[in-house]
Every structure is written in C-alpha cells, then in structure tokens.
C-alpha cells in the first residue's frame, strides 16, 4: 500500500483548500481512511474518518461543520477544507485501516502517506 496525499499549499485565512489522498498502487478496497494532522511542536491529532463505503464518517470537533471527507474513484479519499483558521496550519496524512468501525487514533491505522503541508496565513 502506497498513500500519496496532495493538494497542501499556502491559503488565506477564510479559504478553501481540498487534499487528496490516492493509493499509487491497489485501490482502496473495503478499508476505511482516516485524515490527521500535525503541527510543528504538537502531537499528531485526528481530523476525519470515513468508512469503507462512505457511509459513515467522524470529524474531530475542531474541524466539524469546515472539513468534508469523501470517497472519489475507487483508490482516492479527498478533504474538503472550507473557512480555513491558521490554526489549521498542519501536515495532513491520510492513513488507512485495516480493522472494523471507526477510529479515531493514529495507532488504529496501518498505513500511512508521507503528508501534505497546509499552511494558512492570517
């Protein structure tokens, strides 16, 4: 399993910005992905999840009501990010999980990408 997120980069405060994650080498299959995030001095955190088929989907209160994750094709998850914050100011990872039901902590994932960078400007 290979994870390639993309679509980070430098956007206002207010923005929007969509990152995706793509599997370079299977498709997805019947695994559930997850988004995190992490910040320069802080832990890694969660952000979204979303189930095998898009059904169900979890979002950390913090980006609730801003932050959409989707399913595109069969090997790519996508995260909308609307009304961006600095606070938003990250490296995002998309990871994906092999076990069942949701899951919000980073050990519960397999595999993981190398990260995007959002940066937001105030």
């Known amino acids: 399993v290979q994870l390639v997120e993309s679509g980070g980069g430098l956007v206002q405060a207010g923005g929007s910005r969509t990152l995706y994650c793509t599997e370079s080498?299977?498709?997805?299959?019947?695994?559930?992905m997850g988004w995190f995030r992490q910040a320069p001095g802080k832990e890694r955190e969660f952000v979204a999840y979303i189930s095998w088929n898009g059904d169900s989907t979890v979002y950390a209160d913090a980006v609730k009501g801003r932050f959409t994750v989707a399913r595109g094709n069969s090997n790519t998850v996508s995260l909308q990010m609307n009304m961006l914050k600095p606070e938003d100011t990250a490296t995002y990872y998309c990871?994906?999980?092999?076990?069942?039901?949701?899951?919000?902590?980073?050990?519960?994932?397999?595999?993981w990408g190398q990260g995007t960078q959002v940066t937001v400007s105030s």
């Open positions: 080498e299977h498709n997805l299959g019947r695994n559930a």
């Open positions: 990871a994906l999980r092999v076990g069942m039901g949701a899951a919000l902590n980073a050990h519960e994932y397999s595999y």
